[in-house]
């Protein structure tokens, strides 16, 4: 598995946090956020993950900003992405499930370190559910 994370200087201690938990687990990161704490603008590092996503080129991706909002915004400008902003592991579950999710947005500023540990793991781990979902995927896109 190949994972792309972004994230801009609210999120680096968590997306160092959440790299090291991903090498762990034996899965390929790829890096373009900030490892900084000077302010950088999240759409500069959201863009190359959301890229990576749309074209295939990774599995899946993780965002991180403050608020989770302007990145996952950012993310979901892009025509195959389905970035979801979560703060529970139950959402986390949700939009992997039902909406087949495939990058993971998440707020610094509004959960836990280990909240997010434990959101990361439940994203890699739950699968789409297909089924009656699999027809709202498709009317996702604007074409």
């Not at 997010?116 to 009317?139: Q, S």
Request: include cysteine; charge should be negative; hydrophobic fraction near 40%.
């Amino acid at each position: 598995m190949k994972i792309a994370i972004g994230n801009d200087h609210a999120g680096t201690e968590y997306k160092l946090a959440i790299v090291g938990l991903l090498k762990s687990l034996q899965i390929e990161v790829i890096n373009y956020g900030t490892d900084g704490s000077d302010s950088v603008d999240y759409a500069d590092f959201v863009h190359p993950v959301s890229k990576d996503v749309d074209s295939g080129t990774v599995d899946l991706g993780i965002i991180i900003c403050g608020s989770g909002n302007g990145a996952c915004m950012t993310a979901n400008k892009h025509q195959k992405v389905r970035a979801a902003l979560c703060w529970t592991k139950e959402i986390v579950a949700l939009a992997r499930e039902h909406n087949d999710a495939n990058i993971l947005g998440l707020p610094a500023r509004y959960i836990s370190l280990p909240q997010a540990l434990e959101m990361v793991k439940v994203f890699l781990d739950t699968n789409f559910e297909g089924g009656r979902h699999e027809r709202r995927i498709e009317k996702m896109p604007c074409k």
